[in-house]
């Protein structure tokens, strides 16, 4: 443009216009000039050269015509978009909902609520056949020009979040409700799209992290459920949890926490009406409104089996309540969390033989050559899902492959090269190798050879293997095949008690929402730490505060250590070097003063995250004091 600064002609204010104000003229431009047949205009390509659309709306909307650009959002707003039918004439009348996404004005927050919420409604109210049109061309865009539409909606919905938490008059509740609805309803749209597609951009390009600081997830969850029961009334608010493909890991461990808590609540509730039913009617047996499990240390495999073998599947969504024998303490949640590290430790304890320890990848599988009986497979199951349901990390060392299963997906390749690298590779290699002779080179057949009882035998991996060459043509059934046979096949019978148990506790519509590494991560925590955010949330007592010498000088040393001794210290002092995924700041640390002065070692209460830390006399001696500690910290080894 060679237009002044700030001015532009009338004739050229007019042309843009006119252009914006039209479909026809915008349906008519960006065209893949390279196709004939109409642009190749069909119900599955649109014929739009979208990087030419991108390239020239830039070109068109710079920052020293700013005049430009009003003019363009105006044009758009006053004629382009209220005239958008929702049953188009023709198919090319479709091209403006893929180009529109790429106009700066369209993007710009201050345009939100007149050009991009009136597109969406545009395109939420078009009829099922023009609809299935726009939703196979958004199928066959690039990632980046897919990926603009979603941020653009992903945007929106923020900017409605914002607008709500800064407040606004009942009268605009209503006008607010259908705004943030029609954003999200793209959304839902663009996600189907991108699930058929095979994922054109990943799963989490979804995720609205600011969700769970701008909205009340619980509160929304018991609106959602509330709408299922009682259906949905005029002028209902909208709720999150419709579009569960917006929250991330930390939002879905939320609804599940609350989900588990309304779920515990309804199981005590239960209890006491049974319990007073139980006056009046003797045959009415009276219950405990928790699951109590009254345990001997040494025997704590054994008692608890005893104990949940007998209860009904209403038991397990109760309070869990451990009571050691013999001791006096009260379950605040240290001692079930100590219940679970001691009988996690005893689970996985290689005398029982459930698990097979892998040395290149530190990781354990069920092993086919157990005997022990279903009972205890079912046992863990039901450890792990009461750990989750009870908020409790549990430091398993199985991998990915487990919680793809848990969720109803199929381990692949890449699970076989997590826990077994050098087969995995070697199967990578197979799959790469380019030339014609592969049965010569590799002289495998169907099966695979297993150890067991220090005897070798051979397995078919599918009828007649022994007899059948692994070729070019059927080396990729072969690889599928091995990986079906070490994550499936061989242990079936074991995953599935596991399976059935674990979903007798915590199964449920809200850990489907879960991505196997978020289920991963909320079992066994992460390690995303922030140990700033950790020094910020920490308890003190007694005498000791954020300012004493001694909290300052422990401050100091701490951070001035490596990670891994600061890892070390997270295991020293919570039985786990993982945080919970909810973050740091959901890593209760209290610390305490303690008696003894410079010739003693801080003691961690491992149940309650706390730290008795004697009040040393100078920086280096804590130093010194707190290396020693964490080196004689064995911890609850799990192999």
Request: hydrophobic share 45%.
């Amino acid at each position: 443009m060679s237009y002044p600064p700030g001015r532009i002609p009338s004739d050229a204010a007019n042309e843009v216009d006119i252009v914006f104000s039209s479909a026809a003229c915008l349906n008519g431009s960006f065209l893949a000039l390279s196709n004939d047949d109409h642009y190749k205009t069909s119900s599955k390509f649109s014929g739009i050269d979208m990087n030419a659309a991108r390239l020239l709306f830039h070109r068109l909307v710079q920052i020293d015509h700013p005049r430009i650009c009003q003019q363009i959002a105006a044009s758009m707003e006053k004629n382009l978009i209220p005239r958008l039918s929702n049953s188009p004439p023709d198919i090319e009348a479709l091209r403006i909902y893929i180009t529109l996404p790429e106009c700066p004005p369209m993007n710009d927050a201050n345009n939100y609520v007149t050009l991009a919420i009136p597109l969406a409604m545009a395109i939420v109210k078009l009829e099922k056949m023009p609809l299935k049109v726009l939703e196979n061309w958004w199928a066959a865009l690039e990632p980046a020009f897919f990926q603009k539409v979603v941020e653009l909606y992903k945007d929106v919905v923020v900017f409605l979040l914002k607008l709500a938490e800064s407040g606004m008059p009942n009268s605009e509740q209503i006008t607010w409700n259908n705004f943030l609805k029609c954003a999200l309803e793209v959304l839902a749209v663009l996600h189907g799209v991108n699930e058929r597609a095979g994922q054109i951009i990943q799963y989490d390009k979804f995720y609205i992290h600011e969700v769970q600081d701008l909205t009340d997830i619980r509160n929304d969850y018991v609106n959602w459920l509330q709408r299922k029961i009682y259906g949905v009334l005029p002028d209902m608010p909208i709720t999150i949890c419709t579009y569960p493909f917006v929250f991330d890991a930390q939002a879905k461990t939320t609804l599940l926490q609350t989900d588990a808590i309304l779920q515990m609540q309804m199981a005590v509730d239960q209890a006491h009406r049974q319990n007073f039913s139980s006056f009046f009617l003797p045959v009415v047996d009276t219950v405990n409104p928790c699951l109590v499990l009254i345990v001997r240390r040494d025997h704590i495999v054994e008692d608890a089996i005893q104990v949940l073998r007998k209860s009904k599947n209403v038991d397990f969504k109760k309070p869990l309540k451990v009571i050691f024998v013999g001791e006096e303490a009260v379950d605040a949640g240290g001692v079930r969390k100590e219940f679970f590290l001691l009988i996690m430790r005893d689970l996985l304890d290689p005398k029982y033989g459930m698990f097979q320890y892998y040395e290149e990848s530190r990781l354990i599988w069920f092993s086919f050559q157990t005997f022990e009986e279903i009972d205890l497979f079912h046992l863990i199951g039901v450890v792990c899902g009461l750990a989750i349901y009870n908020f409790t990390i549990v430091d398993l060392h199985f991998p990915l492959a487990l919680y793809k299963k848990l969720l109803n997906q199929k381990p692949t390749l890449d699970d076989l090269k997590e826990l077994m690298p050098i087969v995995g590779r070697s199967m990578q290699q197979l799959l790469d190798y380019p030339e014609d002779d592969v049965e010569a080179i590799f002289s495998l057949n169907f099966i695979i050879t297993v150890e067991k009882i220090g005897l070798t035998e051979i397995k078919e991996l599918i009828p007649g293997g022994t007899n059948i060459p692994v070729t070019k043509d059927n080396r990729h059934e072969f690889v599928d095949a091995y990986v079906d046979y070490v994550f499936n096949q061989s242990i079936a019978p074991l995953f599935d008690a596991f399976n059935e148990s674990f979903h007798k506790v915590c199964g449920g519509k809200v850990l489907q929402l879960f991505q196997p590494n978020e289920l991963q991560a909320m079992v066994t925590g992460n390690t995303n730490y922030d140990w700033k955010e950790w020094e910020k949330n920490t308890e003190y007592k007694g005498e000791y505060w954020a300012e004493h010498p001694t909290i300052k000088f422990f401050w100091e040393v701490f951070h001035e250590l490596p990670l891994e001794n600061k890892k070390r210290f997270l295991l020293f002092l919570t039985g786990s070097d993982r945080i919970p995924i909810l973050g740091m700041k959901s890593l209760k640390f209290i610390i305490q003063p303690t008696g003894g002065g410079d010739n003693y070692l801080p003691v961690a209460h491992t149940c309650f995250n706390l730290l008795d830390l004697p009040k040393y006399t100078n920086k280096d001696i804590l130093k010194t004091k707190i290396v020693q500690a964490i080196d004689h910290y064995e911890g609850f080894s799990l192999v």
